[in-house]
């Protein structure tokens, strides 16, 4: 029979595959981390490449993008697959290892139900975030961590200490190597919150009681499994990127040496097969990269610089009622952290976290999404020793559910559709007409044929103005059509001064607004010819939210709006101006 928390977990991963649709832009780095990326070198999208992305001086890893490529049907639009499976296996395991062990009372599908129904998972874990990723890996490696240290044997409990194995397994410690050799190459914060668990680790093979009657000899030999584990993933992400920034560069010197008896001789002495082949280039370390970056005061100002306590608002701001049982735990995991606690591992996991945002929030650059990996330790610590209130449900799920729709549905919600519209409109269009003032009406169709041998080009101006980054790749555009005579240019000129828009106005040529009037309302768009450039038609829009002022000199018809978008930072405005994102067109009156 079917039970209803069954029913109940059933409908919040429906309802997870729901948020995923959701149209909210959360930030940019859910697109230019990974799909905006892969969308370039896969499906050939004109996008672009984040400085962390840099072929000189690469500082992210391309492992976790290409892992990531399996679901990239899903990604490429948007959508991510990350939270599903992962986070929830952990919290429940954890959860229920703690419970067998007789550390805790608390029913496993709590803290199940705690992470399905956060908006951390509904919304952040939903997009490509690389520090959703980064969060899933350290949820393993504390899962990992936990199996290797609890005995497996449930019925043998003491009152005073959880029970240990004595030995932790080859197999568990190697995939914990592994895990954090990833978790290291995904995100170099994430040594911050693994630093507990290494150093528990370590305390257990050097330190513990059950491990003082070993030699030295068999104490380094433990740490063997680990060190091979991180070397292998290591080397993995390692060679990914050589090949893939081409850092390294390999060339055959004498192919005829491709040979039966070379083959023989290679096996003899492997050596020899430098004969034939030789290495340029430098090896490239991506984290090395990105922690010299992040140590650069000037780099991280480009990024924006906060107060030192942000962090303590976005905390709240992402776990809500749980985060102040979390503050009561970790006052009493300070009181209670002594070597054979009962509360041993699920101290390490408190720490996990508190290490972790303590360090973060030293960092002069903060954003919400730094905090992501924080919701298992929340979680589990939050739900260790008490048992929830209908109350505190309540109040729960009501706080995740409006934090969920202001992300997931309407902060910088309009972008998306508009790249979708504006696709519709500048790619597929047929059967343009041609009169005496020297403009183009063309017809907007659903057939993408760009014309490779045409003396005639058209050109769409798209100028973003007071918006995220729009990401490329949702925009379609080919690199190949760059040859085409459809050609379509992003300006992004995020928060500019408006003098700035004015310059880049300059630069533009403004349609006729009386032929513009004449179809605005048929499913046709219309370019104008450039005096400087023979056959060369264009047209230029403008993306702003309905909240921006735009005193211009230049002139602007309304063309179009989507609903809904909503700027944090324009909050004060909204209730006058609405939550749209308007779309102008530069004219000549």
Not at 141 to 152: M, P
Not at 232 to 255: E, N, Q, R, W
Not at 344 to 351: D, E, G, H, N, P
Request: with cysteine; proline share 5%.
């Amino acid at each position: 029979m079917i039970s209803r928390s069954n029913i109940l977990y059933t409908l919040l991963c429906l309802m997870r595959l729901g948020c995923s649709l959701l149209p909210g832009y959360v930030h940019p780095d859910e697109f230019f981390q990974s799909p905006e990326i892969m969308a370039g070198d896969v499906l050939g999208y004109e996008v672009y490449r984040p400085w962390e992305f840099n072929e000189h001086l690469p500082s992210r890893s391309i492992f976790i993008p290409l892992v990531l490529l399996l679901p990239f049907d899903l990604i490429v639009h948007k959508w991510s697959i990350n939270s599903f499976g992962e986070d929830d296996y952990a919290a429940y395991n954890i959860a229920y290892l703690y419970q067998k062990n007789g550390i805790t009372t608390s029913d496993p599908t709590q803290a199940l139900f705690l992470v399905a129904f956060s908006h951390v998972l509904l919304i952040f874990h939903t997009r490509p975030f690389s520090n959703a990723v980064e969060s899933i890996i350290l949820a393993l490696c504390f899962y990992i961590y936990l199996r290797g240290t609890l005995s497996k044997d449930f019925a043998a409990k003491k009152k005073d200490t959880e029970i240990q194995n004595t030995n932790f397994p080859t197999n568990m410690a190697f995939i914990l190597g592994c895990l954090g050799a990833l978790g290291l190459f995904t995100r170099i914060t994430f040594i911050l919150f693994a630093f507990p668990i290494g150093l528990a680790f370590l305390y257990r093979t050097f330190m513990a009681p059950e491990a003082r009657l070993n030699t030295w000899n068999e104490k380094f030999n433990r740490l063997i499994p680990v060190g091979i584990g991180f070397v292998v993933a290591s080397g993995l992400c390692v060679l990914t990127d050589l090949i893939y920034f081409g850092s390294i560069k390999v060339t055959v010197v004498k192919k005829e040496w491709f040979s039966f008896d070379f083959l023989v001789r290679i096996l003899q002495n492997p050596l020899d097969f430098l004969e034939i082949v030789s290495l340029s280039g430098n090896v490239i370390l991506t984290p090395i990269n990105n922690v010299l970056y992040n140590l650069d005061a000037n780099n991280l100002a480009e990024h924006g610089l906060h107060p030192r306590y942000v962090h303590v608002i976005n905390y709240f701001m992402l776990f809500g009622p749980l985060g102040i049982y979390n503050i009561i735990d970790f006052y009493t995991s300070l009181k209670n952290f002594r070597q054979v606690s009962l509360m041993k591992s699920a101290t390490v996991l408190t720490f996990s976290g508190i290490c972790g945002f303590i360090l973060l929030s030293i960092m002069p650059h903060q954003e919400a999404r730094f905090l992501l990996p924080l919701l298992l330790p929340v979680v589990i610590s939050a739900s260790l020793h008490r048992k929830f209130s209908s109350r505190f449900w309540v109040f729960y799920v009501l706080f995740n559910l409006i934090t969920a729709l202001f992300f997931g549905g309407l902060h910088q919600a309009g972008i998306i559709p508009v790249l979708g519209k504006l696709q519709h409109q500048s790619m597929g269009f047929h059967n343009c007409v041609k009169d005496y003032h020297k403009h183009v009406v063309c017809e907007v169709t659903n057939e993408f044929e760009p014309s490779f041998n045409s003396t005639e080009i058209f050109h769409t101006n798209v100028i973003f103005y007071k918006t995220f980054m729009p990401p490329r790749h949702l925009l379609g555009y080919p690199k190949a059509w760059r040859e085409s005579n459809i050609q379509i240019t992003i300006h992004d000129l995020a928060g500019v001064a408006l003098e700035q828009l004015e310059q880049e106005l300059e630069t533009k040529v403004a349609v006729n607004a009386d032929i513009l009037d004449q179809y605005a309302d048929s499913q046709k768009i219309v370019f104008q010819e450039r005096e400087d450039i023979l056959g060369h038609y264009e047209r230029t829009l403008i993306v702003t939210p309905s909240t921006t002022i735009l005193s211009t000199s230049h002139s602007l018809k309304y063309m179009d709006r989507q609903w809904p978008h909503l700027n944090t930072d324009q909050i004060d405005r909204v209730l006058e101006n609405g939550l749209y994102l308007n779309i102008y067109q530069l004219v000549d009156s």
